[in-house]
């Protein structure tokens, strides 16, 4: 497709199961990122990829959380032991290289996560 | 530590209003700003970016403008229609480094379009 894809689009899980989301970027674009959105609020910045490695996890809230991208494309955010608190829409976004500066990053729908 | 925040969280216009909304940044680092829209259930859409060494730049019936001196930045909708609303948010990049990628976002203004 010509967009950001995730998946699911809803996710409905029972607390303290591991859940992994999916997302596949903008054919061509070297840098991807995941936040969190919890309802009524802006976005939280988790993790971001150049190519495949992440220059910048510091947005990980904890160490159940962890994310690795394969191949220059698809990446998974998998959260491990999941916790009421953890339930929020998460955003993926993709944008060409940097280059001489930042580039317009570009979202996907999101993964909307209920934990029980 | 530094964020981005917005002065009004909700804004309402009639049709063909245009409408302002504003953004204080409080980065002195941050040399990249973006505007996003994001209506119900959707992803943030992008609208416009700046970078630090303009002041100005213009789309189509949007405009974002920059002030360093005071931090502050808005994004100016002409003629808004009642497709436009939505909530909007500003983001920055906070100046780069590792953290290049990371932008740090508003919490939103909410727009809101009469017809």
């Known amino acids: 497709g010509a967009g950001v894809s995730q998946s699911p689009s809803n996710k409905v899980t029972e607390k303290g199961k591991d859940v992994e989301l999916r997302c596949d970027p903008i054919?061509?674009?070297?840098?991807l990122y995941w936040y969190r959105q919890r309802l009524g609020q802006g976005l939280e910045f988790l993790i971001y990829?150049?190519?495949?490695?992440?220059?910048?996890k510091s947005g990980l809230p904890s160490d159940r959380f962890s994310a690795e991208r394969t191949g220059e494309s698809v990446s998974t955010l998998t959260i491990q032991r999941t916790q009421q608190e953890d339930s929020a829409v998460y955003l993926c976004?993709?944008?060409?290289?940097f280059g001489s500066g930042n580039q317009p990053q570009h979202f996907g729908d999101g993964t909307r996560l209920s934990i029980l | 530590g530094e964020s981005v925040g917005l002065h009004l969280p909700t804004l309402s216009v009639q049709e063909g209003d245009n409408s302002i909304i504003n953004c204080a940044y409080s980065?002195?680092?941050?040399?990249?700003f973006i505007w996003y829209k994001q209506e119900s259930g959707k992803g943030p859409q992008f609208i416009i970016d700046?970078?630090?060494?303009?002041d100005k730049r213009q789309g189509q019936r949007v405009t974002v403008l920059l002030n360093k001196t005071v931090k502050h930045l808005s994004l100016q909708i002409a003629a808004t229609q009642p497709g436009d609303s939505a909530v909007y948010f500003c983001?920055?990049?906070?100046?780069?480094?590792?953290?290049?990628?990371?932008?740090?976002f508003g919490q939103g203004t909410i727009l809101t379009v009469h017809p």
């Open positions: 976004a993709s944008s060409l290289l």
């Open positions: 054919s061509g674009h070297t840098a």
């Open positions: 990829f150049q190519g495949n490695s992440a220059p910048d």
């Open positions: 980065n002195s680092a941050s040399d990249y």
């Open positions: 700046i970078r630090s060494n303009m």
């Open positions: 983001a920055e990049n906070g100046g780069g480094g590792t953290s290049y990628g990371k932008l740090t």
